[in-house]
């Protein structure tokens, strides 16, 4: 069993720069393999990114999201990191990272472990 908890979301103005993380307890996160999704209001679930067990790959979601947003990892932290740049008011939404065996996994069926989500708001 993993346990996830999200960290670092709030309230941003456009252009703005935030990084979350995810912190893991109950097992080492070096053998999953790592991703972040998010969810707007009334929309469903999308996959943003995801990193593989040693961090050496990495897969983003679209072109709106590549360039801007960075998956990573420290294993000796248990811990998982998204850094997003250049905030827009449609990355508002509550993000979610979570755990799978597989890699990539760019589905949400594909994920195991799931965290509660922080809440990221973009907004002058």
């Known amino acids: 069993q993993v346990h996830l908890v999200e960290s670092g979301g709030g309230l941003v103005q456009p252009g703005g720069s935030l990084r979350l993380s995810c912190a893991a307890s109950?097992?080492?996160?070096?053998?999953?393999?790592m991703g972040w999704f998010r969810q707007a209001p009334g929309k469903e679930r999308e996959f943003v990114a995801t990193?593989?067990?040693?961090?050496?790959?990495?897969?983003y979601a679209t072109e709106s999201v590549k360039g801007r947003f960075s998956i990573s990892r420290d294993n000796a932290k248990n811990t998982v990191y998204l850094q997003i740049n250049n905030l827009k008011p449609d990355d508002t939404a509550v993000y979610y990272c979570?755990?799978?065996?597989?890699?990539?996994?760019?589905?949400?069926?594909?994920?195991?472990?799931w965290g509660q989500g922080t809440q990221v708001t973009v907004s002058s």
């Open positions: 109950g097992q080492s996160l070096n053998s999953h393999a």
């Open positions: 990193v593989s067990r040693s961090g050496g790959g990495t897969s």
């Open positions: 979570a755990a799978s065996a597989y890699y990539p996994a760019t589905y949400y069926p594909q994920y195991d472990y």
